[in-house]
């Protein structure tokens, strides 16, 4: 029988393989990896980040929805009193709720890009400087109610819907430039902010 002739195995080309392959994969597992991850959890802060501003926007402008609704006349004054408490509560809620955003307004800020990075902020100072004020508390829960819609959009909205994002971007510079003009001046018997104003008066 014939003798087959075999191949010749190169042992080096063998051995440098298995060490690159062996070098990359320890390469990827303790060079390469540990930033991907770190990468992958600064990603995923940035969505909740993101996800909880915007949750916190639409609770602000319920609560402020609350507070500009009219009290019925018609109705009994157990049910005027459980509203009044009710809003009460709603702006103590919100109050709160504006300075724990306003407290980490870096930390929400840095979670989205430029230009919607300066809208979170034009936002949370706003809002801030609305709860110290001497508007009164309903004149405060209008401009937070109307600050909800256009700062939601923007931060949502894309440059691919551009008219919703341009009138959301419009409306928010208007509003928040209407608020830094000085407030008219508090007029006789108009309750100080952080009072609770009595049955008569228009919260």
Same mark, same amino acid.
């Given at each position: ?10 042992? $080096? ?22 930033? +991907? ?26 609560? *402020? ?15 005027? &009193?459980?509203?009044? &408490? ?13 300075? %724990? ?12 890009? %430029? ?16 709860? +110290?004020? %001497?508007?009164?508390?309903?004149? &405060? ?26 009138? *959301? ?8 430039? $209407?608020?830094?003009?000085?407030? $008219? ?10 009072? &609770? ?7």
């Amino acid at each position: 029988m014939p003798l087959v002739n075999l191949p010749m195995v190169n042992w $080096d080309t063998v051995v440098t393989a298995a060490t690159t392959a062996v070098f990359v994969t320890l390469a990827v597992e303790y060079l390469a990896k540990p930033r +991907l991850e770190a990468r992958k959890e600064r990603i995923l802060e940035d969505v909740r980040l993101r996800r909880d501003l915007l949750t916190a926007i639409l609770d602000l402008t319920l609560s *402020a929805a609350i507070l500009v609704h009219e009290i019925p006349n018609d109705a009994s004054a157990e049910v005027k &009193q459980s509203l009044r &408490q009710e809003r009460k509560r709603h702006y103590e809620r919100m109050s709160l709720r504006i300075n %724990e955003l306003h407290d980490n307004a870096g930390r929400y800020a840095r979670a989205f890009k %430029e230009p919607k990075r300066t809208a979170v902020l034009r936002y949370l100072n706003c809002v801030k400087g609305l709860v +110290l004020s %001497e508007r009164t508390r309903h004149r &405060q829960a209008e401009i937070v109610h109307s600050l909800g819609v256009p700062v939601a959009t923007i931060l949502e909205g894309t440059l691919w819907w551009p008219i919703p994002y341009a009138k *959301a971007w419009m409306k928010l510079e208007g509003l928040v430039a $209407d608020t830094e003009m000085p407030a $008219d001046p508090k007029p006789t018997g108009t309750p100080e902010i952080g009072r &609770q104003p009595a049955a008569d008066e228009r919260v």
